[in-house]
């Protein structure tokens, strides 16, 4: 993650184990689709400790720029679809699904400009302060501009959704964020990416939790 080598591989890998418990435990296609986030993240955190062995050891350094490309690319593209994705797929509600797809298409315009960013434009990484720091040569510099959109897609969507459990996800989101942005303003990429990947854990719960209600309902009914 940010902090070190070891503690990327160990998200990784924690994260690893979560997802595949998620794909068991999901019954139907938006459980999947959701149950994918952490071994999303886990693959994101797993090329990050990459770039950190890259960064600080001559032996792999031929991998920095190809595992900095990569998890840019999870970071700034994977995200702005799969999230707003994964909560629309739940949804029934007609009014919140046309916001939902609304916000889809902000997040597939979103990871369009950055995925063109990333291949026409300078990145480079480098360890700073026990964090790694992302210099993105992208037009339209001000974060603000290319913040809304992302931030629209991201993290604004679960507040979106008609489940409490989605809802919940979107706070723990937006209070890290928030939180990340205030404590962590240079390294915020990295950073805030590790606070995602822990808080994706609670995907699982959220899982568990609806296939516990619906047997609820069941037996009631």
Known sequence: MCFSTTASFTAGAGLLLVGSISLVKAKTTSQYVLACIPILFAAQQLIEGLLWLALSHAAYARWSELAMYLFLAFAQTVWPIMVPLSMLLFEKDPVRKKIL??????????A???????????????????????S???????????GIPYMLATAISPFVSSHKLLRMLGWALVLSYVLTAIIYTTYLTSVWCFFGSILSMLIL????????????????S
């Open 136 to 146: 993105l040569g992208f037009p339209f510099q001000s974060r603000l501009l290319r």
């Open 101 to 110: 797809l609304g916000l889809l298409g902000t997040g597939v315009l979103s």
């Open 112 to 134: 369009l400009y950055l995925g063109y960013s990333l291949l026409n434009y300078h990145a480079s990484a480098r360890i700073e302060e026990h964090h790694i720091r992302y």
């Open 205 to 220: 719960f959220i899982i568990v939790k609806m296939n516990s209600e619906n047997l609820k309902a069941i037996a009631i």
